[in-house]
């Protein structure tokens, strides 16, 4: 069945029916001739039955043709119609550019003269204020909706910058007087007064460190049982002096104990064992190391305290 001829969309069962009436009057006819004869009744019959199927033959044909000449005049007709929009459409087109061609002021994007900065300026103004002085005076609520606020931010952004400079320029002075009214605190000592020598009097120097330095420590600052081991560093000018001679003295609580001489080794440390017996607890030993250097004698103390 096509499905774009409508002859053959409505007819189906038409055709079936003549093709089922031409296989019935076959099988007759092959039936008959097979009898061995054919009656005057049964060629009428035949004769009728072939007029009728010629007729549907006929009139199926004309329907298919009459579908297929309408389909063919639509289409015609809508390519006919196209057609004629397309050259209207050239057609217009050709005939604007022949009139932009001899008058140039019908392309909008033309200028004959550049306009002048004034005109440039009252375009924009134009564009940006669609009304004169006259018509904004009636429009009295586009002002309080675009202007007033803008005012006021600046009113309030003005009026928060002054107070922040005055303020900040009346801690300045505050800060300032109360700078000026201070006097730094002088310590005084029963009234003296310090007189600063003259330039030209000479005065004593700062006396130096003496060249021999003594130090002295113990092994334990807590010592038990009665005895502890004694130390003494000899330095000259902060180096080690070796070879040196040290005497230890112990003030106890039970008498003054001495031990001693004990050389100084390359290291300037000298030690010996200090023996100040059963003095109880939380008493002081107060310890001093004595060396003589070139006929000078310095001396190194230290304190420490029994534990029991």
């Known amino acids: 069945m096509d499905p774009y001829n409508p002859a053959k969309r409505k007819h ?3 055709a079936r029916q003549r093709q089922q009436a031409s296989s019935s009057a076959a099988r007759r006819r092959h039936t008959q001739q097979s009898a061995g004869g054919v009656t005057p009744r049964k060629r009428d019959e035949e004769r009728a039955e072939r007029q009728r199927v010629g007729t549907e033959s006929a009139e199926s044909a004309s329907a298919e043709a009459t579908s297929g000449a309408a389909l063919r005049d639509r289409l015609q007709s809508g390519a006919t119609a196209t057609m004629s929009a ?5 057609r217009r087109a050709a005939q604007f550019g022949q009139d932009a061609r001899r008058n140039p002021l019908a392309r909008p994007s033309t200028w004959i003269v550049e306009p ?42 003005t009026v928060g910058l002054t107070v922040g400079v005055f303020a900040l320029k009346t801690v300045g002075t505050a800060a300032g007087v109360l700078a000026a009214n201070s006097t730094p605190a002088q310590a005084t000592n029963g009234g ?54 040290v005497y230890f003295s112990a003030v106890t609580p039970r008498g003054v104990v001495k031990i001693g001489p004990f050389t100084t080794d390359s290291y300037g440390v000298a030690s010996g064992k200090l023996n100040y017996g059963n003095v ?29």
């Open 192 to 245: 003296s007064v310090m007189i600063s020598p003259l330039n030209n009097i000479s005065t004593t120097p700062t006396p130096t460190a003496p060249q021999y330095d003594v130090g002295v420590w113990v092994s334990d600052t807590l010592p038990q049982g009665g005895s502890v081991t004694v130390y003494a560093r000899v330095s000259n000018n902060t180096q080690a002096q070796p070879q040196a001679k």
């Open 116 to 157: 002048s900065w004034y005109e440039r300026i009252h375009d924009w103004l134009a564009d940006l204020i669609p009304f004169s002085w006259r018509e904004r005076a009636r429009r009295r609520g586009y002002w309080r909706r675009k202007a007033l606020p803008i005012i006021a931010i600046i009113a309030c952004l």
């Open 12 to 14: 189906p069962a038409r």
């Open 86 to 90: 397309v050259g209207e459409r050239m």
């Open 280 to 308: 109880g607890g939380q008493k002081p030993i107060y310890l001093t190391a004595t060396t003589s250097i070139g006929g000078q004698t310095y001396t190194g103390e230290y304190t420490f305290v029994t534990f029991g």
